[in-house]
Every structure is written in C-alpha cells, then in structure tokens.
C-alpha cells in the first residue's frame, strides 16, 4: 500500500512566551484533525509538538505538497490562530507569513516533510520535533544514523546496509540541490553539511531505490520573511529496521546533545537537549533548544502511536550533558561563540545597529 506520511508544523503563539502551546490550541488542532479524517482526507492522524510549536502528524494517499493537504493544514494554523489571539497567546500567527493560501505551503512560513512510500509489512517510523533550532540540526544525527559506522553497526555488519546510502543535500541560500553516495563520497559531503546553517539534509535514499527513507523540514523563515521573526524549529522523518537503520541505531545519536543554532532570540549556540514528551518546554533563557521523538507503527497507513522515544532513562547522561553544555556557554553572556557570529544576526537588531554608527566608523 503506498502511503504518504505528512508533517506539518507551525508556531500560531506560545504559552507563556515561546515556552509551550495552551491547551486550546491543541483542542483545536485535533477538532480538525478529526473532521479530515472523518471525510476521508487523511487515513489516520497523530497531534504532536514541542515547545511552542505545533505539529500535524498525517497519513493519506494524496502524494507530496498536495493542494488538498497543504490547504487543510493552513486552515488549521489560520483557525488555531483565532484561538490564539482569543486567549493572548504570545506571537499568535508567527509563522504564517501570507494573507492567504495559494497553491501549496512553500514560502508560506509553516515547515513541512513528506514522503511517499510503500508501506512494509512492519513499518517503523521515528518522527523527531525539535524547539529552538533551524533545520540544519538534523545533518549531524542523519549523518550518523546512515553514514557513520560507529554510530550504525548495521552499515558494518548487515548486508542490506552495507553499500550504504545517498543524501540529498539543499543549499538554502542559492537555492540548489545535490545527491552524495556514501560512504564514496562522504569527505565531500561533510564539507557542506558540516555548515548545517546553510546546507541541509532533506532526503536520504536507499542506493537502490527512489523511495525515502528519511525527510526533513528545511523551511528558514528569516530566508523567507527577510528579517526574524522565529526560528525555524524543524521537524524530521526516519524509516527504521529491515535494510536501514535499527530503532536504537536511529535514536542513538541523540545521546550526544551537539551545539545548534537557536535558543534565545534565535541567536544562539546551545546543546540539542533529548527530552522526554512531557518534558517539551524550553524554559531557560528560552531553552536549553530540545528535541522530542514520537515512535509509530504503521499499518495500512494507521498511525500505532505514539511511543515516547527519547523519554527512557538511557537519555539522561545526555540530557545532563545537555545541561552542563547550557551552563558553560551561558557564562559566555553576549560574546560568541554563544552568541551567532555577526553574519548570522543578519536578520535579528544587528542591521539597526549597525546603520545607526554608520558615520561614526572611521578609516583605521
Ligand atoms: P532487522 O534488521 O531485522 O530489522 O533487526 C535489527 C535489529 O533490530 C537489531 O537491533
Ligand atoms: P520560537 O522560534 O520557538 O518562537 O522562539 C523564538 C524566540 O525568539 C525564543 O527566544
Ligand atoms: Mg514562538
Ligand atoms: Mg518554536
């Protein structure tokens, strides 16, 4: 049975600030949700988020960047916006940044990944939301997940895995794409993806196969909206067991917190935090930025979910890690490498700042 797994994600305002969604919002975004699946839009549907974003987690057979799909999730976000704006919910609205749907949500503000496969007869699935970041945080767990031996014994010792697989990467500023096959070109790739705030991994495909095995959200919104105005907060798909990854190889990476780019004001460095489900609520400084996994079984395009994948006590040396990382990089108060480096403030007050001493820069 082909199947295509939708994520669709946008922050419509926070509970209090950017630290969680209200409970509202999250009545009416299953209110929808509900009514899609009733008249026969989507085959099954699971509501998830982080911090103070939202995500549509959906199952149907319309095919990616579907009209139909894209259109029902903007009319969510628009009518979650209301409630917001009722309730004064801190940035209500944020992330759509258009008056009016068109076409499909490319450019629009909400994030989305999709993919369209054959659904196996065992089907895991891993779906990874992450608060106060940009989509470039995924490149390092993909990487390990599919390309790093001592991360994934599979691509070692499992023959299905042992040629490994392709990555398609985006250039987000020029607007390009390009596949790499690893392990070949693996040393190629990291010279791009290891600058995650511009190259992201949106796909990674089986050698022998088209289908996805993996996809990413990679919307930036100060790309699209010319200043900022939120981050990104991306969302992730991974495809698990039989031929790819295993369950644990996929979760595995997390139990390293990596730096990313987010955190408060978006213009910070800060440990990608595993967390459990309950535990989705960046509240220091804004953070620490944190990632949440929501594990499903697929069957006939049912979603059976979800189970709390980074929530296991296996995670805590992490999340300590996580902690220890935040303290010693907030000690760095507004200097880098805490703070982004210049070009990457581009979008926030910098530009002001700068304009305003203009004139009192002198040759030197
Ligand atoms: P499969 O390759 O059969 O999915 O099993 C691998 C596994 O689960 C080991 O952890
Ligand atoms: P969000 O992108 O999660 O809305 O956070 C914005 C922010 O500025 C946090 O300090
Ligand atoms: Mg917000
Ligand atoms: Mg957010």
Redesign the pocket.
């Known amino acids: 049975m082909e199947i295509t797994l939708s994520i669709i994600k946008a ?1 419509v305002g ?1 509970y209090v600030g ?1 630290s969680d969604v209200h409970p509202e919002l999250r009545r009416k975004a299953v209110e929808q949700l509900e009514k899609a699946k009733k008249n026969g839009l989507i085959i099954d549907f699971s509501q998830g988020e982080v ?3 939202i995500a549509l987690i959906m199952t149907h057979q319309k095919g990616v960047e579907n009209e139909e799909i894209h259109k029902f999730a903007w009319d969510t976000f628009t009518a979650m916006t209301e409630v917001a704006k009722e309730f004064g919910q801190y ?1 209500a609205g ?1 992330d759509l940044l258009v008056d009016a749907f068109s076409g499909n949500l490319k450019g629009m503000g909400p994030g989305f990944a999709e993919m369209t496969f054959n659904e196996r007869p065992s089907e895991p699935v891993i779906i990874f939301l992450a ?2 970041t940009e989509p470039g945080a995924w490149n390092m767990p993909l990487f390990r997940m599919f390309a790093d031996p001592f991360n994934t014994i599979g691509l070692v010792i499992d023959p299905s895995m042992h040629d490994g697989f392709r990555f398609e990467v985006h250039d987000l500023i020029d607007e390009k794409k390009i596949i790499f096959n690893c392990p070949e070109e693996m040393y190629d790739m990291l010279v791009f993806i290891g600058s995650p705030s511009r190259f992201v991994i949106k796909h990674v495909f089986r050698k022998s196969s088209d289908e996805p095995v993996a996809v990413t959200s990679t919307q930036r919104l100060f790309l699209m909206a010319g200043r900022y105005i ?2 990104d ?1 991306p969302v992730m798909a991974v495809r698990c067991q039989s031929g790819l990854p295993a369950v644990g190889e996929v979760v595995e990476p997390f139990a390293f917190p990596h730096a990313v780019a987010g955190w ?3 213009s910070h460095h800060g440990p990608l935090m595993p967390v459990a489900l309950e535990d989705d609520t960046p509240t220091r400084f ?1 953070g620490p930025p944190r990632v949440v996994g929501r594990g499903f079984q697929l069957k006939d395009g049912k979603l059976i979910g979800p189970r709390d994948m980074l929530g296991d006590k296996s995670f805590d040396n992490a999340r300590q890690l996580a902690l220890d990382a935040a303290d010693y990089l907030r000690r760095h108060g507004p200097f880098e490498p805490h703070r982004l480096p210049l070009d990457e403030m581009e979008y926030t007050t910098m530009p002001s700042v700068m304009k305003k001493l203009k004139d009192r820069f002198l040759p030197a």
Do not use: N, T, V
């Open positions: 922050d926070g950017h911090g103070d974003d940035g944020q608060d106060k939120g981050k907060d408060m004001r978006g804004d």
